[in-house]
């Protein structure tokens, strides 16, 4: 619990971007203006392909994956309206996979959100490892149009301190293309009150990455999803993410 208190009381803001526009690297969370070690990456290519950005007619914007012809993961906050205390209607959501520049290889509309019961919305007050366990989201796509070799499996592997991580996003600052870090680690490995993972990473990236995935190579050189992007540091690089063994479940 103290771990907990001089985390969130202090250091983290939950990473959803409402704004339409780009600001300065040193006003937001998770990156260094001195040391920002992201870089441009191409959304066609391996494993990234399965990103995309996922928008609302709100305009807000965040990240999602694909894990299936049908199903994109992203986070459950992206989709909140703090104002009403309820999700966006799902017709109202789209998913633009291998966005680059406004152009994408598929646009998809989302016919149904699936999210955990378990979670309690979006706000700082909200912001406990518990209720960051359960920020993900499904999005059922209205059509499928992609091969199943695209797709990742998750990782089988136990998370250590130290374990090579790659995240890749629509930075709320490079919100146009897809940048990556390529150089980042688990920091710390957390529990909440259920005893479910919770990683600490140095990834940097900030609003509009939340939802994006963390991948690994495991010791069979293949590439895996460990994790899901959920929150920022508001003042260092890095962040938090939702273990990803299976597909999430309550």
């Known amino acids: 619990m103290n771990i907990f208190i001089r985390i969130f009381a202090c250091t983290i803001f939950i990473s959803i971007s409402t704004l339409s526009y780009s600001v300065p690297a040193k006003d937001l969370p998770g990156i260094s203006q001195k040391n920002n070690h992201r870089q441009l990456v191409n959304a066609a290519e391996k494993p990234w392909q399965i990103l995309g950005r996922v928008q609302t007619e709100l305009g807000t914007h965040c990240t ?4 299936s012809s ?3 993961i992203t986070a459950a906050h992206c989709l909140w309206i703090r104002k009403t205390n309820h999700f966006v209607n799902p017709h109202s959501v789209h998913f633009l996979l291998g966005y680059q520049r406004q152009t994408y290889r598929s646009a998809y509309n989302v016919l149904n959100i699936i999210k955990s019961e378990n979670y309690k919305g979006e706000g700082s007050e909200k912001a406990t490892l518990d209720n960051i366990h359960h920020d993900w989201a499904y999005l ?3 059509d499928k149009k992609t091969n199943q070799e695209d797709f990742f499996g998750f990782n089988k592997d136990q998370p250590y301190i130290g374990m ?3 995240l890749a996003g629509y930075d709320q600052d490079r919100q146009e293309v897809l940048y990556a870090d390529q150089e980042c680690h688990v920091t710390d490995i957390l529990k ?3 005893g479910k993972t919770i990683l600490a990473h140095d990834c940097q990236a900030t609003y509009g990455s939340s939802g994006a995935p963390l991948f690994t190579v495991n010791k069979n050189k293949e590439w895996v999803i460990t994790a899901i992007q959920i929150a920022a540091y508001s003042d ?3 962040g938090m993410a939702v273990l990803l063994t299976t597909p999430p479940r309550d």
């Open 64 to 67: 999602g994956f694909l894990v």
């Open 140 to 142: 059922v796509l209205n």
């Open 164 to 166: 090579n991580i790659y």
């Open 70 to 72: 049908r199903l994109v």
């Open 192 to 194: 909440n009150n259920g």
């Open 236 to 238: 260092r690089p890095g």
